[in-house]
């Protein structure tokens, strides 16, 4: 990821992208958002770094492995976060359970 994104803005973007991918999921129960969003984002970046002064045929490798690299950490960050929801979540219910008061 460029090192001049500001993360705010990044977030409020990708936000923007997700709240769509959710309308379109709740007419789409097939999973292909998903995989749509993936090719999007695929088909996005070819153009984007089409827009640079790089030979695309020649840097390709170098290009994909930067992309790649990005999207792995942004992957991993996202995972972890997701299961520590996950296991907070499944703490509270637990701990709700515990609390039921029977009249």
Do not use: C, P, W
Not at 1 to 17: G, V
Not at 46 to 54: H, I, M, Q
């Amino acid at each position: 990821m460029s090192k001049n994104i500001d993360m705010d803005t990044l977030y409020k973007t990708a936000d923007k992208f997700i709240d769509l991918a959710n309308i379109l999921a709740q007419e789409d129960k097939s999973g292909t958002v998903g995989s749509a969003f993936r090719f999007a984002a695929a088909r996005y970046s070819a153009f984007e770094l089409s827009l640079s002064n790089r030979d695309l045929a020649k840097e390709k490798e170098e290009l994909k492995e930067e992309l790649l690299k990005d999207y792995a950490l942004m992957l991993d960050e996202n995972l972890d976060v997701y299961i520590r929801h996950l296991r907070e979540k499944a703490q509270q219910e637990k701990s709700q359970s515990k609390l039921k008061v029977f009249s």
